[in-house]
């Protein structure tokens, strides 16, 4: 089983950029599809990206395209999400998740996803 650890939280301004990082440990992150999550208070927990690992092929939300990029780094089994001009809007919990079965009609669903961090929390002030 895989366990994931995220890092890089922390607060900044609107326009900043933080790196978030997701390690994970047990098995090698090459076996999964990885993805983020986010959750912002009183709300659900939303799909934010995915890594597929085949083909590396990446998917974003709508509200994120074009500021977040999410990347694979095979030697040291990580996932990062590059978060840039970022919004009061992007405040939340920030999830790793991955699955070693996801299909492509379920890759926004966070049913689809076995294995969790813990979350990391992302704070943006205006």
């Known amino acids: 089983q895989v366990l994931l650890v995220e890092s890089g939280g922390g607060s900044v301004q609107a326009g900043g950029s933080l790196r978030l990082a997701c390690t994970a440990s047990?098995?090698?992150?090459?076996?999964?599809?990885t993805a983020w999550f986010r959750q912002a208070p009183g709300k659900g927990r939303e799909f934010v990206a995915v890594?597929?690992?085949?083909?590396?092929?990446?998917y974003y939300a709508d509200s994120v395209k074009g500021r977040f990029t999410i990347s694979r780094d095979k030697n040291k089994n990580n996932v990062y999400l590059e978060m840039s001009s970022l919004k009061p809007e992007d405040t939340a919990v920030y999830y790793c998740?991955?699955?070693?079965?996801?299909?492509?009609?379920?890759?926004?669903?966070?049913?689809?996803?076995?294995?969790w961090g813990q979350g990391t929390q992302v704070t943006v002030s205006s």
């Open positions: 998740a991955a699955s070693s079965t996801l299909i492509l009609s379920n890759i926004r669903n966070k049913d689809g996803y076995a294995h």
């Open positions: 047990g098995q090698t992150l090459s076996s999964y599809d």
């Open positions: 890594f597929r690992r085949n083909g590396s092929r990446t």
